[in-house]
């Protein structure tokens, strides 16, 4: 059973516009959430990050937002870039440092 | 500073050879994970090791062991291997919990073909 869900396999946003990723968990004792960027043939790179008692954090044009009751949380991306176009992970971690991810969405931002 | 070293790069192993996978990081961390990345799967959580001498079963630990050698190294073990197996791995590790930070250094992977 998927605990950590992204249910949009790919997305496809314009430059200059905002990009909206999502991710689903199931586990409520998930309690850290983490985005993740990947590009072919390489290793996944921290992106941001949220706890549980915070439902915003903002770095840069990058901001994570979660919603507890509702167990979702989003990465916004504004304004999108070329340089973007990754494919993104997002994971939940909880108190026995288990990190558990998600099957990724792919972004493409064109021009 | 290397951060987290995997070896091999690349490998090709025939049905039922048994191979190690190595992972080494030089940051100090508590925690190291062994993810597989499959088309469509996403990362997929094998084993973990919270501490140096302990390790628990992720997502999909079945067909695998691991080591953790100590606070460094972290290996992951195919006794004998299936073309189910064929996958690209990574190695993370991360810090303790409430030291800073939180987010896991990956290493760049290693591409397994099992034929």
């Known amino acids: 059973d998927q605990q950590v869900k992204q ?12 990009s909206i990723l999502n991710c689903d968990y199931t586990n409520s004792m998930f309690d ?9 043939a390489e290793g996944p790179t921290f992106l941001i990050s949220i706890s549980s008692i915070k439902d915003k954090n903002e770095d840069g044009r990058f901001t994570v937002f979660l919603n507890k009751s509702a ?4 990465l916004h991306i504004v304004p999108s870039q070329p340089g973007d176009s990754a494919v993104y992970f997002c994971a939940a971690s909880d108190h026995t440092d288990k990190l558990i991810f ?5 972004l493409q931002v064109f021009p | 500073n290397a951060g987290v070293t995997q070896t091999p790069k690349f490998q090709v192993l025939k049905t039922g050879q048994s191979m190690t996978l190595q992972c ?6 508590n925690s190291m994970y062994w993810y597989r990345q499959d088309p469509g799967m996403g990362l997929r959580l ?5 501490s140096e001498g302990t390790t628990d079963k ?4 079945n067909g695998y062991n691991v080591s953790r050698l100590n606070k460094r190294e972290f290996s992951l073990r195919l006794e004998s291997a299936a073309p189910s197996q064929t996958s690209v791995y990574f190695c993370a590790s991360r810090p303790r ?19």
């Open chain 1, 7 to 18: 249910n949009s396999p790919s997305l496809s946003v314009q430059e200059g516009r905002i």
């Open chain 1, 32 to 40: 850290y959430f983490l985005w993740y960027k990947k590009y072919p």
């Open chain 1, 71 to 74: 167990k979702h949380l989003s």
């Open chain 1, 102 to 106: 998600g099957t990724g969405t792919r």
């Open chain 2, 24 to 29: 080494a990081q030089d940051m100090n961390h």
């Open chain 2, 46 to 50: 094998i084993y973990y090791s919270a």
């Open chain 2, 58 to 61: 992720g997502e999909v630990p």
């Open chain 2, 97 to 115: 919990r409430g030291t800073g930070g939180g987010e896991a250094f990956f290493g760049q992977g290693t591409r397994l073909t099992v034929v």
